[in-house]
């Protein structure tokens, strides 16, 4: 095969509890999220054997047409002894937000390279690779195994498939509204103190462990965001004009972004992207 | 909400060991199979409050329209203290020949009516009372836990989602034919000497473990199914026709069907049912 895609979902974290270790297969997050229909599609192909196709024949990975560089993804890369692939991804969310776009990269890059250089590996082997990937980088914590599950993923334990344990809210068809305000590096924010963001993160997985609604998921995740110290002036504002009009909005987990159920931004007068709860997880296409 | 629709894939089991225990959660079987796009979509909605909607307004189970009884979804709603829901189930799939259909409806149930009667369950609950219910009503052992992963699901310890741990094979879009010859019953092979089956199995499932591609996995699929001592001699003429046609097909555990990928039945002149490998678990629609 000389080309492989995958969709992965873009994937929003309401609340989560970090945990370091240095197996990275080991490290990652309690938490929960929505996975978003707004995702991130990766083709992968092999630079080296498209001759003389000119310009598209570079190898590289390239966002929305753009070189750029995304250390998870080159970490996938490494790991699965691959060189001269072109990777090119495509996604309406914006980088750097809290949606997840360094996680899903990196995911379908494993996935679809896996295809293309028919490596033996299973999907739970993938995604380890990816969220090690992604630890590694410091971009994530667990995006990519709530990205590989899809829907409303809890992260009841930390790490990568044979580590952490996932479940989920039942969802049937959602409506996401998001507002993307700004950018907040999960770098920095993740090489500060967390402990008392850890804290909240705990108590919010054991509530919604307890009772998994999505009234519950809402309310969690706006506990969280006061409790986690991050709201800025402007979020918080946005937030409270939603609560104001009858919906359910919080932060996104990492980035200056609102996001809500239904038409909850809409409805309080501000122009959100829409998009859906995805309930599949990553897939080839 | 009223009224709540489900949509479960259907399964093929290629092989499979079967693993007994009190604990219906931990009882199942390690094995892999195909998850479809054919499958059972379940509307479940409150018979009671229908009022004098007419004969629309009879709870119980209706399959394609017709009245039946099926042991799996009873279980369901006696666990989830359901009474008076009215569950219509329709299925391009026959019953009794392998595809999952018993274990689809009380998967497809258990989301729905959780939805409909709002119980606080989240998927792996749900998915457990489906696993559990299947058990013991002896129908199958593993097809619950499958349909809610989907793609090429490989079950590599038994049981519901606290016990078992599953993987898959990565798949993008593939076809699937099958040939429905005849049924088989589930609970007399099970309910027989199954160690002989089980060996087989455990081989199968290490070997796929270890290189987790479709073409082990067709291989192995294969190798199970003379090991296991299931095929007929009509079985083992349609698989011998597609192999002598350059295909790959083997028996779809427990039916007497034949299932093939790609155009392998259809290339070796029979003219079977169509669908693909669906990559997505079961979901509320």
Redesign the interface.
């Known amino acids: 095969m000389d080309e ?1 895609t995958a969709f992965v979902p873009g994937h929003v974290t309401a609340f989560f509890s970090a945990h370091r270790d240095d197996d990275p297969t080991k490290a990652g997050s309690r938490g929960g999220g929505l996975a978003l229909s707004d995702g991130v599609r990766v083709t992968v192909s092999r630079a080296d054997e498209r001759g003389d196709a000119g310009a598209d024949a570079d190898p590289g990975l390239y966002l929305d047409d753009d070189a750029i560089e995304m250390d998870s993804v080159a970490r996938v890369l490494q790991a699965l002894r691959v060189e001269n692939a072109r990777i090119e991804a495509t996604t309406p969310l914006p980088l750097g937000s809290g949606f997840g776009v360094s996680g899903a990269t990196a995911l379908g890059t494993a ?1 679809a390279a ?2 293309v250089y ?1 490596r ?7 995604v380890t690779i990816a969220h090690g990937a992604e630890v590694q980088a410091g971009t994530g914590l667990g995006d990519v195994v709530a990205q590989a599950r ?2 409303v993923p ?1 992260r009841l334990e930390p790490g990568a ?1 044979a580590h952490g344990r996932m ?7 959602r409506r996401v509204e998001y507002l993307a305000l700004g950018q907040l590096s999960t770098e920095a924010v993740l090489s500060g103190d967390t402990d008392q963001l850890s804290a909240a993160g705990e108590r919010a997985v054991s509530t919604v ?1 307890g ?3 999505m009234g ?1 998921f809402m309310e969690a995740a706006r506990r969280f965001a006061r409790e986690a110290g991050l709201l800025t002036d402007e979020l918080r504002a946005v937030v409270t004009d939603v609560s104001d009009a009858g919906g359910d909005a919080s932060m996104a987990m990492l980035g200056e972004t609102v996001f809500a159920l239904d038409t909850g931004l809409s409805d309080a007068g501000y122009d959100p992207a829409v998009c859906e709860v995805h ?3 990553a ?3």
Chains 1, 2 share one sequence.
């Open positions: 492989a996935l896996g295809q028919e033996p590996l299973s999907e739970a082997e993938l899809g829907g809890l498939p479940d989920a809210i039942p969802s049937g068809p462990a009772e998994p609604t519950t309930r599949a997880g897939v080839l296409e």
